[in-house]
Each structure stands twice: as C-alpha cells, then as structure tokens.
C-alpha cells in the first residue's frame, strides 16, 4: 500500500512562487511514474507535470512548460514541485499520483494512488 501525503501549497500573488513536495510511504515498485495533477473549481482534473521514479524523463503540461520544475529525492522518497511565475489561471488543488503508464496524465483515471490535495490560490 502507497499513501502520497502533500504539502507547500498556500496564497501568493502572481509572479510568486511556491513548492510542493509529495512524501511517499509504502513502496512505489508498482508504479513507474509520478507527479502533479491540477483541479481548478468546475474543471476536470489535469495532468501538470510527471517523471519517471528514479529516473530523469520528465513531462510538463504545455501550461506550466518553462514556469514549473518537477524533481524527487530518491533517498527520502520525496517528489517536489517548483512552481514559478506563477498566474491566476495556476489556482487549484494540487494532488499528487503514482501511476504505471505515462497516459495517466492525459487520463487521470489511470492513476494509481492519490494524496489528499493541496490548495494553491494565486491572485492577481
């Protein structure tokens, strides 16, 4: 069993940034990917950014390309988010998931294990 537990999210004003982290307990040897989904109120929930577990291949929503920075510490079983530039149109609850195929960002209903979430609410 993998429980994913988030935390950094706050306010800030546009241009401000903030970082998630995503602190993994359980193993994560049935996944092969994690990262970052986004739901805005009334929208569906959408991929943000992903990277392969150990590894460096790397995905970015077209939205947060050059603005947001995914990393993980393999050592403290830890997935980061560096959110940057932030806009208005970045508000949301962030979550965090594990999952086995890389079309789980386009289709989160792939996702195999979920945190809680994590609010993000940036001003304009």
């Known amino acids: 069993q993998v429980q994913l537990v988030e935390s950094g999210g706050g306010s800030v004003q546009a241009g401000g940034s903030l970082r998630l982290s995503c602190a993994a307990s359980?193993?994560?040897?049935?996944?092969?990917?994690w990262g970052w989904f986004r739901q805005a109120p009334g929208k569906e929930r959408e991929g943000v950014a992903s990277?392969?577990?150990?590894?460096?291949?790397?995905y970015y929503a077209d939205s947060v390309k050059g603005r947001f920075t995914i990393s993980q510490d393999s050592a403290k079983n830890t997935l980061y988010l560096q959110m940057n530039s932030l806009k208005p149109e970045d508000t949301g609850m962030y979550y965090c998931?594990?999952?086995?195929?890389?079309?789980?960002?386009?289709?989160?209903?792939?996702?195999?294990?979920w945190g809680q979430g994590t609010q993000v609410t940036v001003s304009s």
């Open positions: 990277i392969y577990i150990g590894g460096v291949t790397t």
């Open positions: 998931g594990a999952f086995f195929v890389i079309r789980a960002m386009r289709n989160p209903d792939a996702v195999n294990y």
């Open positions: 359980g193993s994560l040897y049935s996944s092969n990917y």
